[in-house]
C-alpha cells in the first residue's frame, strides 16, 4: 500500500470516528399565543382527521382541560412528522422538550 493511499484511509477513518450522532426527538404542541376558538377548530380537526384523542376523554390518562396538545402530537407522529404536520392554522409548533406529565406519555418520533 502507497503512502498516499494509507494517508486517505487514514484520514476517512479518523474523520468517521470523530462523528458525533445527534438524537432528538420532536412533539408538536400547542402554541402559547393562541386563541382558544382557534385551539378549539384545530383539536376538532386533529380528532377527526386520524389523531388517537382516547386519552383526551374524560376517563383517559391525559384528561384535563388544557391537553389538546395531546391530539396535535398524535397526529404529528402518525403523519410520520411530515412537514406541515404540526402547523393547524397556526396554532401548534414543534417543540423538543417533551411535554408528558404523570402516567400521560407523549409519543415521539426520534430523528437522526
Not at 484511509?9 to 386563541?35: E, G, K, M, P, Q
Not at 382541560?65 to 396554532?91: E, H, I, V, W
Amino acid at each position: 500500500m502507497g503512502l498516499l493511499t494509507f494517508l486517505v484511509l487514514y484520514i476517512i477513518v479518523v474523520n468517521h470516528s470523530s462523528t458525533v450522532l445527534v438524537v432528538c426527538a420532536n412533539w408538536c404542541v400547542a402554541r402559547s399565543d393562541a386563541s382558544n376558538q382557534a385551539l378549539q377548530a384545530a383539536l376538532d380537526y386533529a380528532c377527526g382527521a386520524g389523531a388517537d384523542c382516547t386519552p383526551l376523554q374524560s376517563n383517559g390518562l391525559c384528561f384535563l382541560p388544557n391537553t389538546l396538545q395531546y391530539a396535535f402530537n398524535s397526529y404529528f407522529q402518525r403523519k410520520a412528522m411530515a412537514p406541515g404536520s404540526c402547523d393547524f392554522s397556526a396554532t401548534a409548533t414543534i417543540a423538543q422538550t417533551d411535554p408528558s406529565y404523570g402516567s400521560c406519555v407523549y409519543p415521539s418520533s426520534l430523528r437522526y
